[in-house]
């Protein structure tokens, strides 16, 4: 069964240093989502991609984070400076469509010290 | 108002015992519903997509009230197994925040 890869599982990181979460989507799929998440909460949206394109990136702390997928399959986000408040899981999801189900992968759980 | 709520819970049943969930949501051009299913820090996992006719899976049942604007997940005979985070997915037509989360309803099936 294919799955969404991303890598690392986790990260520690001290604050003020630089980090960066890869995601592989599903083959095919050509929408990509990075949501984060805390614990006890729901997953919300940072930003989603169709194709190589920013479809919503609305929600996305563009002072300090950044997204790319640059050929349209695999994708990076990028956090700098990482602050406390950054600590969280951060989950990569694709779809075939939008608005069709979204498959997520394991996800990062990143914790800022 | 939130977009997508869910009561939190939890629910705590005992094994055999039929639970349900609702959810509501507030953009009446809502076009897409799901349920996942997430454990303890891990990934949500898709649990059934939710269709105007309702969709049935098993133990698991859930309904669309567009009227209403609310969705239900409704899970008969509870097993362990079924102790998760049950979280509520509305899409929108315009593609942008194409999958809202609700906070999710934990539920805890008890021996």
């Known amino acids: 069964e294919a799955e969404v890869a991303q890598s690392p599982r986790y990260k520690i990181t001290e604050k003020s240093q630089a980090v960066a979460f890869w995601c592989d989507p599903i083959?095919?799929?050509?929408?990509l989502y990075w949501y984060r998440q805390i614990l006890g909460q729901g997953p919300e949206l940072l930003v989603q991609?169709?194709?190589?394109?920013?479809?919503?990136d609305s929600q996305l702390p563009k002072d300090r984070f950044s997204a790319e997928r640059l050929k349209g399959v695999d994708s990076t986000l990028k956090i700098q400076p990482a602050e406390l408040g950054d600590s969280a899981m951060y989950l990569c999801?694709?779809?075939?469509?939008?608005?069709?189900?979204?498959?997520f992968g394991q996800g990062t759980r990143l914790t800022v010290v | 108002r939130k977009e997508v709520e869910q009561d939190p819970g939890p629910f705590n049943v005992p094994e055999g015992a039929t639970v349900a969930f609702n959810c509501t949501y507030s953009?009446?051009?809502?076009?897409?519903f799901f349920w996942y299913r997430q454990d303890c820090r891990k990934e949500p996992k898709l649990l059934m997509s939710?269709?105007?006719s309702g969709n049935e899976d098993g133990r698991f049942t859930a309904q669309l009230n567009r009227a209403s604007q609310y969705i239900s997940l409704l899970i008969r005979d509870s097993k362990l197994s079924d102790s998760a985070t049950y979280l509520c997915?509305?899409?929108?037509?315009?593609?942008?925040?194409?999958?809202?989360f609700g906070s999710g309803t934990r539920l805890q099936v008890q021996p």
């Open positions: 953009n009446s051009a809502s076009q897409s």
């Open positions: 083959s095919g799929h050509a929408t």
């Open positions: 999801a694709s779809s075939r469509h939008k608005n069709t189900e979204a498959f």
């Open positions: 939710v269709y105007s």
């Open positions: 991609f169709q194709d190589e394109s920013v479809v919503d």
């Open positions: 997915v509305v899409t929108m037509d315009t593609g942008r925040r194409a999958l809202t």
